[in-house]
């Protein structure tokens, strides 16, 4: 490790509502590999993004390479040296690899793009990582590792110090991964800087050299790898803190018949091989990182994406499930962690958000029985105490809460047995989460059946009768709430399937 | 301002259409100053309302579709087709005139429905597929009619009955057939399931399709009742216009689009208004009429409403990007 | 060790079609079939004659096409180029016949003002943010009034052969020994190489593709995407005024008022010969040889018994068939 070429020092940063980032402190030497660790929404993409100018800082210092500076966009950052690479990839699909690299600082010849020259600079860049890719290729042809790599290529060509990687393994297959290593050792070794944000605690012992750990917004201390185990890293992310009345038995009746049982079931790369039962009155937590396929395993269950193979039962008959037409048929409502693009249409009010699942029950033939319709969506209104002038308001103009309850009463209306709930407190502030939370349990009183992806450790515990644990699109794990603990669904989250 | 448009009876109903009301007025008072009252009278008016007719229907059509988040402007090429083919089946052919009229309701239904399939079940882009199928409708009047033109009889002829479809004596009945299947859409855009998911379809697709809606189905439904609309508009244009020649009709579709986004329907889809479309066809008939009235070259419509559609649209995106 | 994986990265199996360039060269067969077929079916298509005559055809298309491929390859389109081409070349005409100016002045002129044409849907769409298919939809219907309007809806000839500026008509046809030689052929391929040339080696070109790629990702990497969208649409205006050259070198008279579903033809060749309605995908060489399949169908079609307009049904068809191919092949690549 050289000397400190990078420090952020008390960096602040609120949006309406949320204190994102609380005084954060982070140091990056030349020559090491720097851990960013936390838990889904504790402010590590907040923090670099507020490095690399998308974001502006409300107050606190950032020194690079021994000076103050303050980067307005990414262009700024990347003329600098600090240079991230996105976990979504921004690339041109359609142009070559060296196309690619290059895009915007073209190598000419008069008035020609020197193609040739273009191709040896990549080359010259690809055997600098001791990888092989072909520079001609087109990109979109190139798997997502591969892609991934050409991103990295791109990232030296602009002479970076800093290198920030943003869960650069998530899509990575194994092989692609140690790849990945052995291209940040080298960069490593080369005196960069490198910034490793990551979930995965083995990835966390074997490439990094010092930790830096956030919580909720706030800095929580940064450890040398070599020196703590992985329990003492997870200690920190998920902190001592005792939650407010988490459940610690399972709560559904005994003997309560399988509504939903789901065997075999595949769909595409992020889904496979999964098997779940699902009770009547349950709520069934799936827990695990981004990427590991819970939201894929509910959209191919919800008929939103097709099935490859696997069966599905609704209450001991088996059923196809091919459109979500089918899906609502056979009374599964989904909720969507993207409420804005899947859940609600937000120029709609109210009322006809909350009867678009069943508009049939509210027709006289061709007609919609609007009274009818209204009264219903009061009742609902009231029932979930929605915060909202009318029922003819529309939807955009509620809070994320408040369209989530919309939401919720939709599939309540169209009188749905089986509810999947996919991050369902994600925008949606502290007090609105409780009233969520409360629902959910009173709706598995009443008898639904109730599936929920959550990325918060929190909420799943909280919540969960059981809890099935995810990772890299197969189930790694089965726990009733009772020997579930934050440690040992990590630990399932993470682990290595070979 | 501001404040006029907080007013709740502006609220009801609504600052837009005020503001196209107030429009129309004032362009008939121009044109009745500039024609030196020569526009002051009903022979003027029931000459625009002539051209109201048919160009409502298609706006109607036209509005359903970009409702959805589509286009179509294979409206005017199809709506000559239908007066063509229908027209000679008649006069060639020796049909029954009842009959002549069901072929032109039918033509328009097969050109929506190959649309609405096109779009809703094949992803084909809506303007790919009206480009398309304004082609065919083009060709296939063409072929049909062996590339002449047609001439709907005269009210003192055989079968000339169907004009009192437009006109009894001094009685505009165009205008109240206009009126009431105005109303019959704007019932079924605003108080029918279809006109709920063509709505909802048009802004969020895929919100809807998760909520087990059969989206494609609703959204083919946009395009066949586009088609009936312009198989009716047919009717209405050879009732008052006679003679129809192969080959043309495009120049209509930038009209009936200009009334319908004039009137307050957004390009981006999920949002129309079938009074203010009917409203912004009146402007664009009586806009017709005035630069006739006026001797000025009858190009100069196109360009007008090239330029009404152009600044509607824009205020339309400006307008979004705003609320964002 | 270096050399085996690269093998192995750029060995994915390229079949036969592939290698040959695809979708073009399977358009290719198709035109050679689609010859091969009149020429059998009627004596009459087996002639010089005709040959000259499908080339004449095949200017002012194909002319339109190169340009509308720019656009296209940006994810929009340009429905203006076949009303604009009629007005800039009544325009242009106009000048030489009503005001005495030379014919070189007024060919000046009507590429200018496809060019300003080219210009004004350029900025209604990279700036104004207006769908690409309305906006010139809207300047089709203007130039169309606008070509009507100022020569006063009268046809425009413009000199015949033998008239005084007659010469520009030899820019695509000369007669040796009584032969009409097809020498705008030779401009064509002319342009189609300078066109390949922008499209495939310049900044230009680079940027067209790209903002049909990705637009905001285009952004996001510095480049001045404003300015090459509306260049796009620059370069179409700039062609549908060539365009307009050639369609009045070729035909006698200009009519106002014409002009509507000539770009029909020129982007159902565009679409043929292989460029993707959703951008980046597609060349001007494709464009030229999709051109030809339009091209023999509006003069092969009456060899063999059926009118023209025929012609104009099958071309919808053709359309369509080519953008489901297009959107199959990308479901099919996008399931990878």
Redesign the interface.
Known sequence: MGEVILTMKGIDKSFPGVHALDHVDLEVRKGEVHALMGENGAGKSTLMKVLTGIYKKDSGTITYEGKEVEFHN??EAQDAGVVIVHQEL??????TVA?NIF????F?KG???D?KKMNEEARKLF?RMHI???P??TM???TVG?QQMCEIAKAISHEAKVIIFDEPSAALTEAEIEELFKIIRDLRDQGLGIVYISHRMDEIKVITDRVTVMRDGAYVGTLITKDCTKDDIINMMVGRVIYEDPKTKNMTPKGSPVVLKVDHLNAGKMVQDVSFELHKGEVLGFSGLMGAGRTETMRAL?G?DPIESGDIYINGKKVTIK???D???HGIG?L?EDRK????????SVA?NTT??D??EF?NG???N?KKEKKVAEKFVESLATKTPSVDQLV?NLSGGNQQKVVIA?WLT?NCDILIFDEPTRGIDVGAKNEIYKLMNRLAAEGKAIIMVSSEMTEILRMSDRIVVMCEGKKTGELDISEATQENIMNMATREIN | MESIKQNPLVKKVGFNRIVLCIVLLLMYALFCILTGGDFFGMRRILSALNYAYFLGFLSLAVTFVIATGGIDFSIGPVMFCCALMSGFCFTMYGMPMPAALVISLIIGLAFGIFNGYLVAYWDVPSFITSMASMNIAKGLASVFTKTQSVSWPQSSQDGGWFRKLVTIGDIPMGLIILIVIAVVCAIVLNQTKMGRYILSLGSNKEAVRLSGVNVKKWEMSAYIVCGLLVGIAAIFFVGAYSTVQPGYGDQYNNEAIAGCVMGGTSMAGGLASISGTIIGVFIISLLQEGIMALGLDKNLQLIITGIIVIVAVFADVVARRRKN | MANKSVSKTAGTKKSFVDRMGGQQFIVLIIVIVMFIFFSAMSPGFRKYTTVVSILDYSYYIALMAIGVTFPLLTGGVDLSIGTGLICYSLIGGLLVRQHGMPVAVGMIVTILIGVIFGIINGCLVALMDLPPFLATLCTCMITRGFGAFVVGGYGIPWPAAGQDGGWFRSIFKIQVGGQNIPIGFLWILLLVAIMSFVLNHTKMGRYTRAIGSNKEATRLSGVNVKFYHIMAYVICGLFAGLAAIAYSAIFATVQPGSGAGFEMDAIGGAIVGGVSMSGAVGNVTGTLIGVFVICLLKTGLPFIGLTANWQQIITGFVLIVAVLIDIFKRKKESGK
């Open positions: 990414t262009r921004n690339m041109l699909g359609h142009l196309q895009i915007g600082r073209e000419k008035i020609r793009i193609d055997d092989d890719i072909d001609k290729e979109s042809k190139l591969k919800f939103a459109s979500p037409q899906a609502v048929k989904y969507s693009r899947f859940g609600i249409v937000v120029q709609k006809e678009m699942a508009l049939d027709s061709p007609f919609i609007k955009v939709k169209r």
